[in-house]
């Protein structure tokens, strides 16, 4: 055998699309154009698209921000919360019935409903976070429920089961909030307002306290941090982001009953952070746009929409736990 | 109606009830004992239960008539057809997922749940379907008193399925290594038991508890749908935290005295049966936060 | 002073006594070892002191103050931070992240602070850094405090392990196995290390170790237990010639050979 003085190099792989992807988002310097551009593209649609696409955006901010909400509580914290959607119903009740039967202004309403979730949080999350993971999310599955039941039957308050209908538009400095680009502008504000506050929390104490708990809650205590006091943190917080969304949902349908907080609701939601992936913000958009749009362009499948969302979950919980969009660290 | 009657009717209507929250809950134990995970999916395997009893019923019913017998063999073909079907889950969506973190594997559970939630209500159209049998109102009647067969039998048949189950855990290897698995799942391995087997088994068990539920839900209410696992499921948690997670005599006892609660708390004229889904939630809820290892669960001690 | 005191403590697992009325003292700024044959009950110990366990019965004195009912952060928070003998480090997170777990009690800025990025965010942001970076500084690994903790070999784990205890600024430090499954070398750095934590940082030292060499060398003061009780408590070379300790450790081997 020949004696081999220069051994061969394996040719350097092409970089996938996923490298290509995060190189280009690390590096500062070209992050920042990229933003850039969505943002001013996001703010000129209404002026090329019509009142369909606008409707569907909007739609998409929407989950965006509930996405946004429940990546604090799933991603950070990593508990399974299975009733979120009772969070949104107490935004959304909370502005219909102050606007409709006390005629209260709808900015003050969003104060409200921020007590009123935070409130909620706190009694939910306070006896069920000192228990196992499993618990809590069967827990807030009936906590979910429960909120759905109560706003059914207390007729008089909550409208019922045909709802609270007449809610009345709000007004911005006299503007009367009518068109769907309102809306459209209103949501997406209420995007980046969430994708900011997420992004801090995120690289914060508190931020690397859910980390911790999330990695080994017991070494977590060990180091003196109280492990049930921050997942309250977390779910508290989720419930704030739902709660507030929830106002401009009601703003904006102008009816609200107890069908749009299904616990399908809930799942759905929690599909769109799994799909997009656990714990990341652009996850968090790409999974809440893929949930608006994939029922949009794949309009056959309708009422199966559900299946095969079940099983996509499933499949990537097995195959590719991290979710569609890459991870940051190597 | 007397105290005394309607105490006796809600002592009948508790026990049935209690017979469905504790075929559900003992799935739910069983399972929790064995690999510590709540199968979520649990009470929609209740669900295809009573579809797929309803199918073989519809089949059998030529040959065997609707009436008991018709309904029993149902039951007992259903029972091995969805407690494959639970096997099949475990291979498929769990196993892989039980070195992962926990809550990777509650997602998929929940994933497990949606599909069989949907694929039900998609095949049914999100109808009601109409579970007819042959049987009728007769029974015993004493005063306001009426207990029909159905009930009788209902009962009975959960107390047969409940004490064959314990003779199996407490008599056979497998009930024996059941048992062994819950406590410590390496030892048992390192002693020579073939784990996944055993697993498997204990899905099948607990899957056919909660389909011969399901037959026999459709069989008392007379239709089925596909949102009846979800309720149930809830409840059946309940009913086995309040026996003690994890302990199959817990979850005997746990679904008799929630279906006994529930079914006294309906009389309560403030709750009613509009609240009574409240009522067992906030149950739940109180237990979980004073006593939640129930009444017959161990208190775990983790080792550091 | 007396810095720790265990008043009759006692643990059940069951039917089983894994402590049976054990008492001692620890004295503050000595270093006291905790030894045993296997499955004396020592890490259980260490479990009771930082509130892992419930004990069922006796007191535990930090500072005066008792323990016994009060969770592990409030614990830590109090000034006595553990490690874990099987290294529970956050894996997925560096170096230095880990190290910062241990400021955390130290700290106090929540969510409000965080989004706004308030003055005190800041403060406490570079106190956290300076101080963790510091701690990986006397331990020696400050030069991987951004790789990632899993990619570290397992002496240096062990080192970060070190370092995330005492970011906490505890005044006792129980160190629960710290020379498992290190080689010479790493030994001698660590008893150079627990002295140098005696002596420059005033905390006091609680071991648990099988290494009976390196218990000898670094301990003032040694307790033995076995099944769960002590069978001797004092120096080194008391607790060397106590024929109890001699017949726990080799008493056993007794049984199978002769």
Known sequence: MADNTSPTVPAAKKPGLEERLMSLLDDRKRRYPVYAILILGTLLVPSIGDNYVLEILSNSFFYIVLCLGLNIVVGYAGLLDLGYAAFFAVGAYTTGILTSHYGWNFWLTIPAALVFAIIAGVIIGGPTLRLRSDYLAIVTLGFGEITRIVARNLKDITGGPSGLIGISRPSFFGLELNQIHHYYYAFFILVLLAIFASYRLQHSRLGRAWQYVREDEDAAEAMGIDRVAIKLYAYVIGAVFAGVAGCFFAAKMTAISPDSFQFMQSATILMAVVLGGMGKIPGMVVGALSLVLFPEVFREIGSMRMLVFGVVLIAMMIFRPQGIWPERRN | MTIFDITVQQIVNGLILGSFYTLVALGYSMVYGIIKLLNFAHGDIYMVGAFVGFAILSVLSGIFGDEWTGILASMVLTMIAVGFLGVLIQRIAYRPMLSAPRLSILITAVGVSLVLFNAVMAATYGEYTAFNTGLDDEGITMGHIHITYTQVVMVSATALLMVGLHLFISRTIYGKAMRAISIDMDACRLMGIDVNKIIALTFFVGSALAAAAGVMAGVYYGSIHFFMGFVIGLKAFTAAVIGGIGSIPGAMLGGLVLGLLEAFGTQIPWIGSEWKDVFAFGLLILLLIFKPTGILGRTEIERM | ?258
């Open chain 3, 1 to 258: 002073m007396v810095i720790l005191h265990v008043n009759d403590l006692t643990l059940k697992f069951g039917g089983l006594d894994v402590i049976d009325r054990l008492s001692f003292d620890v004295e503050e700024g000595a270093i006291v070892s905790l030894i045993g044959p296997n499955g004396a009950g020592k890490t259980s110990v260490f479990n009771c002191l930082t509130g892992f366990y419930r004990a069922n019965a006796g007191d535990i004195r930090f500072q005066g103050q008792s323990i016994m009912r009060l969770k592990p952060h409030r614990i830590t928070k109090k000034g006595m931070a553990r490690t874990f003998q099987n290294l529970r480090l956050f894996k997925n997170m560096t170096v230095l992240e880990n190290v910062m777990s241990g400021m955390h009690c130290r700290t106090t800025v929540g969510a409000l602070g965080a989004i706004l990025h308030t003055p005190r965010q800041h403060l406490e942001e570079a106190e956290i850094h300076t101080v963790a970076e510091e701690c990986l500084d006397f331990v020696g690994i400050r030069d991987h405090k951004d790789r990632l903790a899993r990619n570290l070999p397992y002496g240096d784990q062990r080192r970060v392990e070190w370092a995330r205890a005492l970011a906490t600024r505890p005044k006792l430090l129980l160190f629960d196995e710290p020379a498992a499954g290190l080689n010479y070398d790493e030994k001698e750095r660590l008893m150079d290390l627990i002295r140098r934590i005696r002596a420059d940082l005033k905390i006091t030292i609680f071991l648990i170790e099988h290494d009976m060499g390196l218990v000898m060398r670094i301990s003032e003061k040694v307790v033995v237990i076995d099944y769960g009780k002590k069978i001797a408590e004092g120096n080194c070379d008391d607790v060397q010639c106590d024929p109890k300790v001699i017949e726990a450790y080799l008493g056993k081997e007794d049984e199978e050979g002769n």
